[in-house]
């Protein structure tokens, strides 16, 4: 019998992603697999109901009907509660989790015996690469928040040429150069603005300057005995703190995209800094979800102090939905060669080392050991 693949609609508000695209659907029916599609689920992401069932999908309307049948669900967002208790125990799901975030959806799914895969958990090695949701997301957050800055700036972000004289280019400072910020400074650059990177990882210096920016480093040699990096030591620190604060205090927009998974974001930008900013400057902190790397950040919010406007967006992947969900669909269907056997069924062990990693919840046991404490103590 070939695998059964439901796809709801997304419950959390403002989520404008669906988990698989026609493109993808097609693709998994050619291959076998049965796919049904809440009806509606890819409206708000540019994929009207006609195109998955052009693609092979059935699209179910009832929405209980469609729950309590499935076998294997797919979505970007955690289940919401309701979506859990509709699950027949024994159901796979696969989402971004964010079990930190969730535990009591975790628990109900633990509860309730659902199976569930926290793509957020999968390990950074090569075999996975192209399941990385993290990193695909993170390439459309990138580019978003650099469009965002360049609206709420009161200049042109080019250079121009203009019979009223020649105008300067925007000056922009992107903070953290993993993979949304390396998007930002290419997106910066391609819109004709002056961009440096900082980061603290040094090696991250070549890729922002293959992709033109200046990166922000001090002429220190941290090097120790055999190669490796000594740590700095107080006084280099201080210098290389005021230097960041000096490029903030320049700079037309700073973007911002330091994060740690399960953690508070680290604070980049102190409201002293803020202060040093000319009016007028933007900051985009796309560490809003997790607490903001500037301290003055609101999560889902934009406001204005001493001058200048931060905004502190959410999901910034919903907002450009159509390719969002179509990497997204993309990182699945490789998953899925993992959890799917050739002859169709399901994988019920979880030894290799991906689906191990992302194993949340199966048989009614918290199988992540860090969630599983947090659980324990209560949280």
């Known amino acids: ?8 609609k997304e419950a959390e508000a403002g989520e404008r992603r669906v988990a698989l695209v026609p493109e993808v659907v097609k693709a998994l029916a050619k291959s076998g697999a049965s796919v049904t599609v809440e009806a509606g689920a890819g409206e708000r992401a540019g994929y009207p109901d006609e195109a998955f069932r052009a693609a092979g999908a059935t699209v179910e309307s009832d929405r209980a ?3 309590s049948g499935a076998r294997l669900v797919l979505q970007v967002q955690c289940p919401s509660s309701e979506e859990v208790a509709a699950l027949s125990p024994g159901t796979v799901v696969v989402a971004l989790i964010n079990a930190s975030r969730n535990l009591e959806r975790v628990a109900e799914m633990r509860d309730r015996k659902v199976t569930a895969f926290a793509l957020e958990l999968l390990p950074r090695i090569t075999r996975a690469q192209s399941m990385d949701v993290l990193s695909s997301q993170a390439t459309v957050a990138g580019y978003r928040a650099t469009l965002i ?12 040429t203009t019979a009223a004289g020649t105008i300067r280019p925007a000056k922009v400072l992107v903070l953290g150069a993993g993979v949304a910020g390396l998007m930002a400074i290419a997106t910066a650059r391609r819109l004709g603005a002056v961009v440096e990177g900082y980061d603290v990882r040094r090696a991250a210096g070549e890729q922002v300057r293959s992709l033109g920016a200046k990166f922000l480093e001090l002429k220190i040699n941290a090097e120790a ?7 700095l030591t107080d006084e280099e620190k201080k210098q290389e703190a005021e230097m960041v604060a000096k490029a903030v205090a320049d700079a037309d927009i700073v973007i911002t995209t330091a994060a740690v998974p399960g953690r508070r974001a680290p604070i980049l930008v102190r409201e002293e800094m803020v202060a040093r900013m000319r009016p007028g400057s933007v900051i985009v902190d ?3 979800e997790t607490g903001g790397n500037c301290v003055l950040t609101r999560p889902g919010e934009t406001l204005v102090a001493h001058g200048v406007t931060v905004a502190g967006p959410l999901n910034l992947p919903s907002q450009l939905p159509f390719h969002a969900s179509l990497m997204y669909a993309k990182n699945l269907q490789s998953f899925l060669t993992l959890l799917v056997t050739k002859e169709g069924g399901l994988v019920t062990d979880y030894s290799d080392e991906i689906l191990a990693a992302s194993l949340l919840v199966a048989e009614g046991t918290v199988r992540h050991a860090p969630t599983a404490e947090l659980l324990a103590r209560g949280h």
């Open 65 to 67: 009907k469609l729950l």
């Open 149 to 160: 800055g360049a609206e709420l700036t009161p200049k042109f972000l080019p250079m121009l």
């Open 1 to 8: 019998m070939p695998v059964s693949l439901t796809v709801p």
């Open 286 to 288: 796309l560490a809003a």
């Open 225 to 231: 005995a055999g190669g490796y990096a000594r740590e």
